[in-house]
């Protein structure tokens, strides 16, 4: 019934080591969202996916990239993790943009040891 | 830019007692404010929203004022249950840039 699935549901990996998690949607929605979530803090867009046009915010580390291949999935690529990367990665969709309700993914805890 | 301010950061009370939260944005050209509800390592998950056409919605329990004026919108829930235990997040969206901007969450506690 789950309609925003990521996976896995926790990731651990080295420092320097390249780790990509995944996110797909059943919703045919045509946004998709990755949001930061640290401990004891509010989710902090990464970037986002408007159909295939992506947007980057500004303060997002070159780091992070994302690919999204088809309307249901949508990949973060953490290409050398640092411990600060270590946090809970939200993915969230949307039918119409930010002005509709976020439908989010049960997270992906990610560690960085 | 959009920048949202929320209080208290956390707030205790006893069953059955209303409890408020309260937001204040800073870019009037906002227009939408969801309320989103995140259990302990759960995902946030949407309980009410409310558009800048309108002054207040409820729903249940849950009730929602907006106040254009002053920049501010409050939740309020009624009746608090343990089950209401949970961090709350609101937002605000602006027409320029179109950004969700969340405020730093109130974690909110009912004691039975």
């Known amino acids: 019934d789950a309609m925003v699935i990521q996976n896995p549901r926790y990731q651990v990996t080295q420092f320097g080591k390249p780790v990509t998690l995944s996110c797909s949607q059943t919703?045919?929605?045509?946004?998709m969202y990755w949001y930061q979530q640290k401990s004891s803090q509010a989710p902090k867009l990464l970037f986002h996916?408007?159909?295939?046009?992506?947007?980057n915010e500004a303060d997002t580390p070159d780091n992070f990239q994302s690919r999204r291949p088809n309307t249901s999935f949508c990949f973060l690529d953490i290409r050398s993790p640092g411990l600060g990367d270590a946090a809970m990665y939200l993915c969230?969709?949307?039918?119409?943009?930010?002005?509709?309700?976020?439908?989010f993914g049960n997270g992906t805890r990610l560690t960085v040891t | 830019g959009e920048n949202v301010e929320q209080h208290p950061s956390t707030l205790s009370v006893q069953e059955g007692d209303s409890a408020v939260i309260k937001c204040t944005y800073s870019?009037?050209?906002?227009?939408?404010f969801p309320w989103y509800k995140q259990e302990l390592g759960k995902r946030p998950q949407l309980i009410i929203d409310?558009?800048?056409?309108?002054g207040e919605k409820k729903d249940q329990r849950i009730a929602v004022t907006l106040n254009k004026t002053a920049k501010h919108f409050s939740l309020h829930i009624t009746e608090t249950q343990p089950e209401d235990s949970a961090v709350y997040f609101c937002?605000?969206?602006?027409?320029?840039?179109?950004?969700?901007?969340f405020g730093q969450g109130t974690e909110l506690s009912v004691k039975p």
């Open positions: 937002a605000a969206v602006a027409d320029q840039g179109g950004k969700l901007i």
């Open positions: 409310i558009r800048s056409n309108v």
């Open positions: 870019d009037s050209a906002s227009n939408y």
């Open positions: 919703l045919n929605h045509n946004v």
């Open positions: 969230a969709t949307s039918s119409r943009g930010v002005r509709a309700p976020l439908h």
């Open positions: 996916y408007y159909d295939k046009d992506f947007n």
